[in-house]
């Protein structure tokens, strides 16, 4: 532990003093150890409730992007199992556990991504998520650290005897089954189901099939949605009729390829959590 003896100084310090800034100068922290490259937090209550917190570069938010979009990756298998789950090497053709993520990361700079989830006795809180700009596995050692660091970011998000309550209220209910802070995804999944008279879960596969034909976030394909810019028809895939300046994939037949490969499904991954050397 004496190579990152001051990084866990450093967390001691920043979950003690606290404050609406100590997720990401947790974060921060770790990326000035060398244990990562980029590091994000976001908290989930389940795969189609995550909030991000923080994140320390535009890498970091993309991969958790993507992640959110898709509905597959690295933090939502470790999210769920309750372990990490570590991708010593993106560009691995070998490993299909998310097809749909691994082609979004690897257009991205980084070639490792780790997930360490949040957890508190046994509830689990969120992921801590690191990348590396390039491929390898992490040490024992490194294991250890990044999870501390995942303690030492629970403790800063959701004690609001040192954090203030970083994390918004609503997200805070949420994470005991209340409210929902990504309220725009979840208002036009719901004006979806109506307008096409599908389940909830359909209607969200939907807008996520429609995000990923239009490489576009899906908060924002949710807005326009929201706004009346953006009408889902039924029984046509993801290319869509748009109102406004939205464009769509249907003069290159790219829209129904891909979402029948996203919207539908819903066995992504294998459920692997093993490193990959």
């Known amino acids: 532990m004496a190579k990152y003896e001051g990084l866990a100084h ?13 997720p990401l100068r947790i974060c921060e ?12 937090v ?18 970091a938010t993309r991969l958790d992007e993507l992640q959110f979009n898709l ?18 090497d993106i560009a ?11 082609d979004g990361a690897r257009a991205t700079s980084a070639r490792a991504l780790y997930a360490l989830p949040m957890r508190i006795g046994g509830a689990r809180l969120g992921i801590l998520d690191l990348y590396r700009l390039e491929h390898g596995p992490l040490s024992r050692e490194e294991v250890t650290m990044a999870l501390r660091a995942a303690d030492a970011a629970t403790w800063a998000v959701l004690n609001p005897a040192v954090s203030g309550r970083q994390a918004p ?20 999944t719901g004006m979806v189901a109506v307008q096409l008279g599908v389940p909830v879960a359909t209607a969200l596969a939907r807008l996520r099939a429609h995000a990923f034909a239009q490489d576009r976030p899906l908060i924002d394909v949710a807005r326009d949605v929201v706004a009346r810019r953006l009408t889902l028809e039924p029984n046509t895939g993801p290319t869509d009729r748009p109102t406004g ?33």
């Not at 450093?10 to 100590?22: D, M, N, T």
């Not at 209220?169 to 036009?188: K, M, N, S």
């Not at 939205?246 to 093993?274: A, I, V």
Request: proline share 6%.
């Open 169 to 188: 209220p609503e997200l805070l209910e949420d994470l005991i089954g209340g409210g929902l802070a990504r309220a725009e995804v979840h208002q036009a």
């Open 92 to 102: 691995d053709t070998a490993d299909t556990r998310w097809p749909g993520f691994a």
């Open 29 to 40: 922290a770790v990326v000035a150890s060398s244990l990562a490259d980029g590091a994000a």
């Open 42 to 59: 976001t908290l989930i209550s389940d795969p189609d409730r995550q909030e991000p917190i923080c994140a320390t570069d535009e890498i």
């Open 10 to 22: 450093e967390l001691s310090r920043l979950v003690a003093s606290g404050g609406p800034q100590a």
């Open 245 to 277: 300046h939205e464009q769509t994939d249907r003069d290159n037949g790219r829209g129904n390829d891909r979402g029948n490969d996203d919207g539908n499904d819903d066995d992504g991954h294998n459920g692997h959590d093993t490193d990959l050397a």
């Open 71 to 88: 509905a597959e990756g690295p933090c939502l298998d470790a999210h769920t199992l309750g372990h990490p789950v570590l991708v010593s």
